[in-house]
């Protein structure tokens, strides 16, 4: 094997494996393979004392905001990041 193959064995082994599944909308979705059904693990909204899914008329407004994004275009969106966290220290530790 050359060290050419080896860089094509490599750079393929990196790339990110993308498949596609029919969502609760019966839209089929492409995700990346390693996070599909993985959206409440990366979300900050599961352990923030602002979120509340089953109320809409109590819930984060940005969270619904989002939550209404993902029914109208099938697109979920993990929040990462966010400013107006408040830890739930029953969901999360926290600084
Ligand atoms: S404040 Fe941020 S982390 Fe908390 S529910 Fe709203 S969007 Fe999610």
Redesign the pocket.
């Known amino acids: 094997m050359g060290i050419n193959q080896l860089k094509e064995i490599i750079m393929a082994s990196s790339k990110p494996k993308v498949i596609r599944y029919k969502h609760h909308s019966n839209t089929y979705v492409a995700v990346m393979k390693k996070n599909k059904g993985k959206h409440r693990q990366s979300?900050?909204?599961y352990s923030?004392?602002?979120?509340h899914p089953k109320g809409p008329k109590t819930?984060?407004?940005?969270?619904q905001l989002?939550f209404s994004i993902c029914c109208i275009y099938d697109i979920v969106t993990p929040?990462w990041e966010?400013p107006?966290?408040?830890a739930d220290k029953n969901k999360c530790i926290s600084d």
Not at 48 to 51: D, P
Not at 59 to 63: D, I, S
């Open positions: 979300c900050l909204c923030c004392r602002l979120f819930n984060c407004g940005l969270a989002l929040v966010c107006n966290f408040i």
